[in-house]
């Protein structure tokens, strides 16, 4: 079951606990996110893209891979062998083949220039430094194809909710009776914009999710970016 609850940031939390608190949630995470939040971006970016090679940074259990799943030579990379175990569970679920590699998105195992097209849905915002978070972005680059494109997904420090918090955070996530915080670094559309800007990377657009019906985007709750590698 999930809980919204959030408490202040410790610093001692590291990637490596994180890496253990999402083998623990993924089992309730395969049946709760069944099916992927941002089905309407994705699907228009299966529709503009059409084909090729797709890498899904943090792909999690693989709902994302849905849209990508005809005429895509689909990729996927994760911190969590649990959740790599329920990707092919979801793949062969769906019938469609996927390549796994556990790894983390700030030091991808891929040669240069290996994909056509990326996505990454609520992924950077788990980088834990700002250092983590600059290299995922130069990673990212390096291994697009020149004139490749990205989508990317963070949550929005501005959303309501955390306007009086800190930007680094942990939201918890309760499974049984074990209550589990997973680490969360809230972006802002700028800063979003000029980390991939910093890395070398063309911002296309940077957007609300579908669902978010307000004029104003700054508020929220999800921040969309799509990038390209020049070239």
């Known amino acids: 079951m999930k809980s919204k609850d959030h408490k202040q940031f410790d610093e001692s939390f590291t990637m490596a606990t994180l890496r253990e608190v999402y083998d623990k949630i993924a089992p309730s995470r395969y049946n709760l996110h069944h099916w992927t939040r941002f089905r309407h971006e994705l699907e228009t970016m299966a529709s503009e893209w059409q084909t090729g090679r797709l890498l899904n940074l943090g792909c999690g259990h693989g709902a994302d891979f849905l849209p990508f799943k005809d005429g895509f030579d689909l990729y996927g990379l994760d911190f969590s062998s649990v959740m790599l175990e329920l990707t092919r569970k979801y793949a062969a679920k769906f019938d469609f083949p996927v390549t796994l590699a556990q790894a983390d998105a700030s030091q991808l195992p891929f040669f240069d220039e290996s994909f056509d097209w990326a996505i990454s849905v609520a992924t950077y915002h788990h980088l ?69 800007r910093q890395a070398g990377l063309q911002v296309l657009k940077s957007f609300p999710e579908h669902s978010y019906h307000h004029s104003l985007k700054f508020f929220s709750r999800n921040i969309c970016l799509l990038v390209k590698k020049g070239g």
């Open 128 to 196: 834990e430094s700002r250092e983590a978070r600059q290299r995922a972005f130069t990673e990212l680059k390096r291994v697009l194809k020149p004139g490749g494109e990205a989508f990317i997904t963070v949550w929005n420090r501005w959303q309501r909710g955390f306007w009086f918090k800190g930007q680094e955070t942990a939201i918890s996530w309760r499974t049984g009776e074990e209550t589990l915080y997973r680490y969360y670094y809230l972006f802002s559309y700028p800063e979003l914009e000029r980390l991939a």
